[in-house]
């Protein structure tokens, strides 16, 4: 092969066995000569080849000191992404793939798991919230109010008044039946007017076992008893009052009567309280309704009183 020397131009004859090597002219220039087609293909990959492992150690980070601990090999990205799943891989999924699996049913068996379709959504919501029905029992009566205690006395009170009225009427029956020479003395006690004073005596026994009861008995029906017994009340002691002014000795009457007004009027007032109905549960009842049974006390009140203001 022949090269020129970059020094003195001279063309140099060398062979082949040096290429790739360095030669060195007559003129004491030193030159490499150049390698055949084929070794420059395999020097230009190996240069690639020794560039790509320089960017890859530079990639990797500096080289490890002498004497430093081994590191461990770093994982490439791609195998990192590889193991980790892909935030996007349930996006294909649809409601249907979601909904959870249907219990299977065999033909003769009952399943256990099984919700009553009988309850509405509403009813079991309210059973979940409450922790059952018995819980829900018991919170629903840790709200109820409750009962006054001047209510149980005038339940008290009204059990004896009806032990004395049904006492008092068979103590009367008894005493005409067995002394019949009493109705010659008593003229008023002769023919009907006995027995109209015994009926009085069982209305007003009846009355006031109802109103005993109705003190005792959490319901809007006890409450409305209570308000005809003492709407009754109240009327019939208006009633006594104007048959008391007919009467000479008026004085004592007429104090006696405006007192017993005053207490009916008082005990009215208390069953219209917000103790008693609130125990009863008529806060939200109906204003008609209300003074449709206080009318009805108070008719029947006027009525039994003027009869009695009659016969008087």
Known sequence: ??????????LLQIPDTAAGKVVKCKCGKAMRAPAPAGAARAGTARSSGGQAATASRSASGPPARAGAPAQRPRVSPGVTAAAA?????????????????????FPGKTNPYAVNSSKSSSKALEDAISGGDRRGDALTMQTEAPRPPFLIFIGIVNA???????????????????????????????????????GAMAILGILSIATCVACFVRSKISWYILVVSYSYGFADRVLGLIGDLTDPDVDIRVMRAVGGILVGIGLWAYMHGDDVRAYHGTESEPIWKIITFNAVGLLLGAGIGAAVVYMA
């Open 1 to 10: 092969m022949k090269i020129k020397c970059p020094g003195c131009a001279a």
């Open 85 to 105: 799943p892909s935030p996007g891989i349930f996006d294909e999924l649809t409601d249907t793939d979601l909904a959870p699996v249907k219990p299977v049913h």
């Open 160 to 198: 004896l008044w009806a032990v004395a009225y049904f006492g008092l009427m068979m103590l009367l029956i008894g005493l005409f039946s067995m002394v019949p020479a009493l109705e010659e003395e008593i003229p008023e006690a002769s023919g009907g007017v006995m027995y109209l004073i015994c």
